[in-house]
């Protein structure tokens, strides 16, 4: 069964969930009535084309997504079996690990003996340690940042240490080492997720935005996680966007930061010109940073359509032995009041020239799309069930390889 195809591209659509899971109500207030892709799709309908020739509509209804006759791609939906409903959690089930418990949360705000000691390590106090919405705490406490240089510290409903610092205030280096320092602290049971570091700009007349200078600080994945094995296995792996952060480059062979969805996705088309086999793993972190957390219903439809046009062209750059993968790591509905994450379902489309689209059905696990990326390679992670032989015994016939099948995707 292995190396049935040699390249593969594993894209995530960050937050892009379709529905919610039957244990969201236990994730918050708006998670059992979240569903990110229809509620955006219903509020501001936008052509997805490419998307609906793979087969989108065929998972679920949609609001102005038809399903497919035939559909290129196979099609279904995954749960979540971790505990969590945030970016590591998500990625770190595709790579094998589902965590049970999940990481810890703190919905009231840090501990103080926490606090006092990263303040310590910092030489300066901190603003906020509470759960907020990062765009409103830094309206609220950004004019006494300003004044007295201490960093505003905030979590979420996911398990997540933020800084935010004014850019002129206090300088990036100095905010990513604040940052370094309390991944160091926040260990055992404070094991958070990550520590993020948020800068803004702006000032008190006019408010304040942040930029596109945050950094993520992951807690270490376990060994033996996907692209260990794969690098263990000498495959290569090519990452995209914040792939490289969250996994903290293991097993990562070469990466390519992205300023937006937009240069994402040209520089996963740019991998495809310039890397013939090996794994090509892509985020596209817009979905979820700028439209999903601040109830951007306009702009996460907007973000949709242009992610479809950019699909159209990763299909056409496809040869036949290739594997394209569409997933996600979670919801976040910008329809509802809150601005977090959401326990939700997540799409699953395989696409592969050489073969014929067949029902993937709601798999248990984001964990079988990384056993399926390891089977093909001849390697194997610790949970998930693989649906390679379900791309393999749809393969078509006589498709000469190194050749996509041509074929229209996100054109008019």
């Not at 993520?216 to 995209?240: C, E, I, K, S, T």
């Not at 079988?368 to 693989?386: K, L, P, Y």
Request: charged share 20%.
């Amino acid at each position: 069964m292995a190396g049935c195809f040699r390249r593969i591209v594993l894209m995530v659509l960050d937050s892009v969930g379709i529905g919610a899971m039957p244990d969201a109500a236990r994730y918050g207030a708006f998670d059992a009535a979240s569903d990110t892709l229809g509620h955006v799709l219903e509020r501001c309908p936008v052509p997805l084309p490419a998307l609906e020739r793979l087969g989108l509509g065929n998972i679920r209804p949609l609001p102005g997504v038809r399903p497919q006759a035939a559909p290129l791609a196979s099609y279904g939906r995954c749960a979540l079996a971790s505990e969590g409903k945030d970016t590591t959690t998500g990625h770190w089930e595709m790579a094998g690990i589902v965590l049970d418990p999940g990481f810890p949360v703190f919905p009231d705000g840090f501990p103080p003996a926490l606090v006092r000691e990263f303040e310590r390590h910092v030489g300066r106090g901190t603003l906020g340690n509470i759960a907020a919405s990062g765009t409103e705490i830094i309206q609220r406490l950004g004019s006494v940042h300003l004044r007295t240089g201490w960093p505003i510290l905030y979590t979420s409903a996911d398990s997540v240490f933020q800084l935010a610092a004014h850019e002129s205030r206090v300088p990036l280096a100095d905010l990513y080492a604040m940052c370094s320092a309390a991944r160091e602290l926040c260990q055992g049971p404070w094991r958070v997720g990550r520590v993020i570091a948020r800068p803004f700009t702006g000032d008190v007349a006019h408010g304040f935005t942040r930029t596109r200078n945050r950094h993520d600080f992951a807690v270490p994945p376990p060994d033996g996680m996907l692209l260990d094995q794969l690098a263990a296995a000498g495959v290569a792996v090519h990452a995209v966007g914040k792939i490289h952060d969250i996994f903290l480059g293991r097993g990562i062979a070469s990466h390519a930061a992205m300023s937006s969805n937009a240069d994402g996705l040209e520089k996963t088309i740019a991998a495809l010109a310039s890397r013939r086999d090996g794994l090509i793993f892509t985020n596209l972190v817009d979905f979820d940073m700028l439209h999903g957390h601040r109830n951007d219903v306009a702009g996460y439809s907007r973000a949709l359509a242009e992610c479809d046009r950019g699909l159209g062209h990763i299909v056409d750059a496809l040869a036949a032995d290739d594997l394209l993968l569409l997933t996600a790591d979670h919801g976040c509905d910008p329809t509802t009041p809150g601005t977090d994450h959401s326990r939700e379902f997540v799409p699953l489309l395989a696409y592969a020239p050489a073969a014929a689209a067949s029902d993937l059905g709601t798999r248990a696990s984001l964990a079988d799309v990384g056993q399926t990326i390891a089977a093909n390679f001849g390697a194997r992670i610790n949970a998930g069930t693989s649906f390679l032989a379900h791309l393999v015994n749809h393969r078509v016939p006589n498709l000469p390889p190194g050749h996509a099948a041509q074929i229209p995707v996100g054109r008019p």
